[in-house]
């Protein structure tokens, strides 16, 4: 008979017994993902290598194998016998299978009989015969333990096999182990377990056809989840599990529980599958144990095994068991888990404390984020100063008002702290991996160079096998940066730009992974290579590691990973303790001082507009100058534009106050009350002290923000830029989350986040550059840094920054009462000093609003045009009109509206100033006219910076 175009052969029916002979050939070389090998380095037949029948069939092998060979296959019964050179192997197996496999090669075998007379051994190829006894103290302990858990093992023999090709299979009677698996140091302790496991659940019960793969997500629980378990990492292991899921399934290529089928790696998506199949299955087992209790669980387990053992079996099965086992009804459980496609979000929100009974009662509002609510039992956990108190709360709504009553003032309630929940992380839980580089929808490398390919070759062509674009630096706009995943071969201008220099060793192959600063869901990874060997030895080990967020290999062998910190469970801060200081411990301030003149740099923080601040401020400065004249200041509130105007008038070859306003812009580079900053600038003019303008023009700021990126930037304003800029400083983005919500801008939301923290960034940078490169070129001198306390925390703003560039000692001052403690991560300080309450006089206003405008009749000039008359002020009594260009105020000329404000800022509210105004009629000549105005104080809306955090 031969097979028709189907490759298909039907045997009709005969009424005697029919015996047919199949004639076949296979080739195995250079079939591309085949799990089928023959040659003299070994032999392995486990890819659809034999004719398959369309039902299960009882199995007999026969094989020649060449001389020194040993085999393996699913068997009962197993003979190896000389002839001549060769060996025949001779095996059959008891029970009926729809495929067999076969394996052989020049092993070593080593073989142990367990109690009840069960043959274990060991074939290894003879360079890893040494790992041979570990694995069979492993395997002796995973069988003796699951036939205690489970029932007796099904079978007579189990063997370890080694292949040449990279599997892991588990097939009744032995695993198939990939040599490169066989030799990682913790595979006999994780996955080794895992494949015995099979043995009761795959093999022992098998799957059936119609009612899903529920083995994967069983064996995953019981082997590897609870070897976490064991040694108490159970926690850790179910939120890498959660992770794996989150960085491979998304709305667009998820499934249902119930239709995972087939964990191959050669399938399509098959990380995917397998985080539906392994991940979520394992955590649905999971779940079902905590709702049934341990003893309930495994009861069922042991039904489920003893009534379907050598039978094929399905979901439907196992809920039958654990329902007899906990004498409940599972059917909604298990509907939920296996039939929906998404997974439970997780928030609380609506907190309320109050005291009843000398008791604190925490009512919130448990919410769920998906379409339709889950019926979940959540654990919460609060934490007081008395401990922690735990509740399972039981939800199946999209909202569920919840009451928690603790002992005393609560601290912290946290939601699922043990991953106890198949549920979405959140963004604080998630640290950067390799697994979410892998995952991501859209994924982009980026070249730093095209003469770099050759170092980065293999991996870069296994990253565009697995779907990742690839693009050089020079094409990458600034723009794209905030969408999607990028991993960088070697530095590139948007690598410094985002993450500064990562000072990765400079031999060997370093992986490190962070967040994308400009989308927090998605990661940026940075590769350095010392050469295309490194890369090659390296590179196709990855995937074994996408738990970790750093990587670092020599020659091929890993020297270091780590995990990046993220918070465990969901955090909701409560009632935080308040921070104090033992009053005995206050320092006097010429102690203080004592210890700030051994730093180089000394930040002093400030609010903008509290005058207390800036005297603070001027007294450090003063104290500072006494100890050691060669001293500096450095000012946020001047751009490096501004230093000509700065040097001029510090030097005196500026001579007027007026000259210096107009010539360093202040009133429009920074536009806060100049009072404020007057008696700093004073002292260091009558002192000589250099005053350096640390910041870059605000336009070039606003510009980034606004746009959301630095595209349609010119090579001038780029150069301008402190070109190596880090983003992920820890602390700087959940601090100027907060700033960017708390100012609530309007017309701007989320979307518009990765404009400003690239605008903070660039700010943040320049500052540190200019500071760096100033003390690098005058080595003898200290430098005073003034500017807002939002960029002076040492751990998060410009003194790390500075650091990065100069290792110099720096110290760090602000202001007590503006809610810094100094002690926050993020919000770090060396010194709180006390400040005093007093304010600047108000400042004199005219009450009228401006706009400057081209003057027409005198090319290269401008005019100072009213365009409102405030009610507030005395303007409109005094005469004043809309449209009146305003030419002079006391006799000194008015072009500009810093000439308006240089003119009354030594008036006082009450103050009478002398207007020259010119009137433009249409029908009627023009009028000068002079008007008295009396000056008004009036409510004052101080000009921030454009997107500045206090």
């Known amino acids: 008979m031969k097979p028709a175009e189907d490759r298909i052969i039907k045997v009709p029916a005969a009424a005697g017994e029919q015996t047919l002979y199949v004639s076949w050939s296979l080739t195995a070389e250079g079939i591309p993902g085949s799990d089928n090998l023959i040659g003299n380095r070994g032999i392995t037949l486990a890819g659809f290598w034999h004719p398959l029948p369309d039902r299960d069939m009882l199995y007999s092998l026969r094989a020649r194998l060449p001389e020194g060979f040993a085999g393996m296959t699913e068997a009962t019964t197993l003979s190896l016998s000389r002839t001549g050179r060769n060996s025949i192997l001779s095996a059959s197996f008891a029970h009926p299978l729809r495929a067999i496999q076969f394996a052989a090669g020049l092993y070593t075998v080593r073989s142990r009989t367990l109690p009840g007379g069960i043959i274990l051994s060991t074939y290894f190829f003879p360079e890893d015969d040494e790992l041979s006894p570990g694995y069979l103290d492993k395997a002796a302990a995973f069988i003796q333990r699951y036939s205690r858990l489970i029932g007796p093992y099904p079978y007579k023999r189990f063997s370890i096999v080694e292949n040449r090709l990279p599997t892991g299979y588990g097939m009744p009677t032995f695993t198939l182990l990939g040599q490169v698996v066989v030799r990682l140091p913790f595979i006999k302790d994780t996955s080794l377990g895992h494949e015995i496991l099979h043995s009761w659940f795959g093999n022992g019960v098998r799957l059936s056809d119609s ?88 009861r069922g387990l042991r039904n489920f095994y003893e009534r379907l053992k050598f039978k094929e079996a399905g979901w439907q099965d196992l809920e039958a068991s654990f329902e007899a086992a906990s004498k409940s009804d599972l059917s909604g459980f298990f509907t939920q888990w296996l039939t929906r496609k998404d997974v439970p979000e997780l928030t609380a929100g609506n907190f309320d404390i109050n005291q009843k009974d000398g008791k604190s009662v925490i009512s919130f509002t448990l919410k769920q984020g998906t379409g339709k609510p889950y019926d979940l039992a959540v654990p919460v956990l609060v934490t007081t100063r008395a401990g922690t108190s735990k509740k399972i709360i039981s939800i199946n709504k999209l909202a569920t008002k919840a009451e928690i009553t603790v002992a005393d003032l609560p601290l912290e309630l946290v939601i699922d702290p043990d991953y106890d929940l198949m549920r979405t992380l959140d963004e604080e839980e998630l640290a950067p991996t390799w697994s979410q580089f892998i995952g991501a929808r859209k994924k982009t490398v980026v070249l730093a160079a095209a003469d770099r390919k050759e170092i980065y070759g293999p991996l870069l062509a296994d990253l565009e096998r697995q779907g990742c674009k690839t693009v050089t630096s020079k094409d990458l706009k600034n723009s794209a940066l905030g969408q999607g995943s990028y991993l960088f071969l070697g530095t590139s201008p948007q690598s410094l730009g985002l993450f500064a220099n990562p000072d990765h060793p400079q031999t060997g192959f370093t992986v490190d992974v962070r967040r994308n600063p400009l989308d927090i869901k998605q990661v940026m990874v940075l590769v350095t290579s010392a050469s295309r060997q490194e890369t090659a030895r390296a590179g196709y080990k990855l995937r074994h590691y996408g738990k970790y967020s750093y990587l670092h290999f020599e020659n091929g062998r890993l020297e270091t990973k780590r995990v990046a910190k993220s918070t465990q469970g969901i955090h909701y801060t409560l009632m935080p303790e308040p921070d104090g200081v033992y009053v005995p411990d206050i320092r006097s301030f010429d102690r203080i001082m004592d210890q700030l003149e051994k730093s180089r740099v000394i930040y002093v923080g400030e609010e903008h507009t509290d005058y207390g601040c800036h005297l603070l401020q001027l007294r450090i400065i003063q104290a500072l100058f006494r100890a050691d004249p060669n001293l500096a200041i450095g000012m946020e509130m001047f751009p490096r534009s501004s230093q000509k105007a700065l040097d001029g008038y510090i030097n005196g070859t500026i001579k007027s106050e007026r000259e210096f306003l107009q010539k360093s812009r202040y009133f429009s580079v920074w536009g806060y009350d100049y009072r404020l900053y007057r008696g700093i600038i004073g002292y260091a003019r009558l002192h000589k002290i250099p005053v350096i303008g640390l910041n870059l023009d605000k336009k070039i700021v606003s510009q980034v923000f606004r746009k959301g990126n630095m595209d349609g930037l010119s090579e001038k304003q780029i150069k301008a830029i402190a070109p190596e800029r880090n983003l992920d400083i820890p602390g700087y983005r959940q601090r100027l989350a907060r700033a960017f919500s708390a100012h609530a801008l309007s017309g701007f939301g989320k979307k518009h986040f990765a404009g400003f923290i690239q605008a903070q960034s660039i700010w943040d940078e320049t500052m540190a550059q200019t500071i760096a490169d100033y003390l690098a070129a005058h080595p003898g001198r200290k430098m005073v840094v003034i500017a807002g306390t939002g960029h002076v925390y040492k751990d998060s703003a410009i003194p790390p920054r500075v650091a990065r560039r100069l290792p110099v000692r720096q110290s760090v001052v602000a202001g007590i009462g503006f809610g810094d403690t100094g002690l926050i991560p993020g919000r770090r300080l060396d010194y709180l000093l006390q400040t005093q309450d007093v304010s600047l006089k108000p400042a004199a206003k005219i009450g009228v609003y401006l ?53 009354l800022l030594d008036k006082a509210p009450g103050d009478v100033v002398t207007l020259k105004v010119l009137r433009e009629n249409m029908l009627l000549p023009d009028e000068e006219l002079k008007l008295k105005v009396e000056l008004s104080s009036m409510s004052q809306t101080f000009m921030m910076p454009p997107n500045h955090p206090k």
């Open 211 to 298: 009612g899903g793969n529920w083995c994967e997500g069983l064996t995953t629980y019981l082997a590897d989840q609870m070897y976490a378990e064991d040694h108490k990492e159970g926690a850790k292991y179910r939120k890498n599990q959660l992770l794996r899921y989150q960085s491979y399934v998304h709305a667009g290529n998820t499934m249902a529980l119930q239709d995972f089928a087939d964990a191959s790696d050669s399938q399509p998506m098959a990380r995917e599958v397998r985080a539906i199949g392994y991940d979520k299955g394992s955590m649905v087992f999971h779940m079902l144990r905590l709702k049934l209790g341990d003893r309930a669980f495994y």
């Open 851 to 903: 706009k400057v405008e081209k003057n027409k009749k005198k090319a290269g000039t401008t005019l100072v045009r009213v365009i409102r008359i405030s009610p507030h002020g005395k303007a409109g009594q005094a005469g004043l009109k809309e449209n009146d260009i305003i030419q002079s105020i006391d006799g000194q000329a008015i072009q500009t509206v810093t000439d308006l404000k240089i003119g």
